[in-house]
């Protein structure tokens, strides 16, 4: 006796669909968003840096740097509107890149919920230990920058005919507290940006110890180069060197 399957009977086929996770949000794609809107707001910190040193070229050239910031793409744009461009894709960069840091840190602590009964001691620097507090600080920072030089709010002048005036009135001795928070705000800084620059040297390939000890010294030359020479402009001010 010879039994032969029916081909004629229904077949049951079983599909499976699995979620599949946008690239972006995978660990690697945060990690690309950190890394894209990082190198956009050093870029924009550097050329913001350089216009802030014209300070020293005089109170026409500063003014006359100021006033052309507000009329870049005339007449093919209204005037300011290359600024509100500028600002809006700033804006959208510190957010990603806040919110890419912060999904990050949140599945790093997921992946290990429980505690090592004795903590290995690891070392690590400063500014990876308080990036959190410092990215508050420089977030307040800037806000305030923003309506002390910006928007006029809280600067004794306040005058958008005047950057110039504004600055040094801005930084005046008698408003040392300002300069002392700038500077807190700006070493905060520092320390964000060699850790930043440091792991993008890493992840370039400097991973030997002799890469990573040039890896080190790079990103504090740049660090250091960067903060002193924003730091430049209130000490000028502060000490009678702009007035």
Same mark, same amino acid.
């Given at each position: 006796m010879h039994w032969t399957p029916d081909r004629s009977a229904p077949s049951v086929v079983r599909v499976v669909i699995t979620k599949t996770r946008s690239p972006i949000r995978s660990n690697?794609?945060?990690?690309?968003?950190?890394?894209? %809107?990082?190198?956009?707001l050093v870029l924009f910190l550097i050329a913001h840096m350089l216009g802030n040193l014209k300070i020293f070229t005089g109170e026409t050239s500063f003014d006359h740097y100021a006033h052309w910031l507000r009329d870049i793409g005339t007449p093919?744009?209204? $005037? %300011?509107? /290359?600024?509100?461009?500028?600002? %809006?894709?700033? =804006?959208?960069?510190?957010l990603g890149h806040i919110g890419a840091a912060t999904l990050l840190a949140m599945r790093s602590r997921a992946a290990r919920p429980v505690r090592y009964a004795h903590r290995r001691k690891i070392h690590v620097n400063y500014a990876a230990r308080t990036m959190r507090w410092g990215g508050v600080i420089i977030l307040l920072f800037v806000?305030? &920058?923003?309506?002390?030089? =910006? =928007?006029? &709010?809280?600067?004794?002048?306040?005058?958008?005919?005047?950057?110039?005036?504004?600055?040094?009135?801005? /930084?005046?001795?008698?408003?040392?507290?300002? $300069?002392? /928070?700038?500077t807190l705000a700006l070493v905060t800084l520092g320390f964000h940006l060699r850790h930043g620059a440091f792991s993008a040297f890493r992840s370039l390939g400097q991973q030997t110890p002799r890469g990573e000890r040039r890896a080190k010294i790079a990103a504090l030359v740049f660090a250091v180069a960067l903060v002193g020479g924003y730091l430049l402009v209130p000490f000028a001010v502060i000490t009678g060197l702009v007035s």
């Open positions: 690697v794609g945060l990690k690309a968003v950190m890394a894209v %809107t990082g190198i956009i093919l744009l209204p $005037t %300011t509107w /290359f600024l509100w461009i500028q600002r %809006t894709v700033l =804006t959208v960069a510190v806000i305030y &920058h923003i309506l002390d030089l =910006t =928007t006029g &709010h809280l600067n004794p002048q306040g005058d958008p005919a005047n950057p110039y005036g504004n600055v040094v009135a801005g /930084f005046a001795p008698e408003r040392w507290y300002v $300069t002392l /928070f700038y």
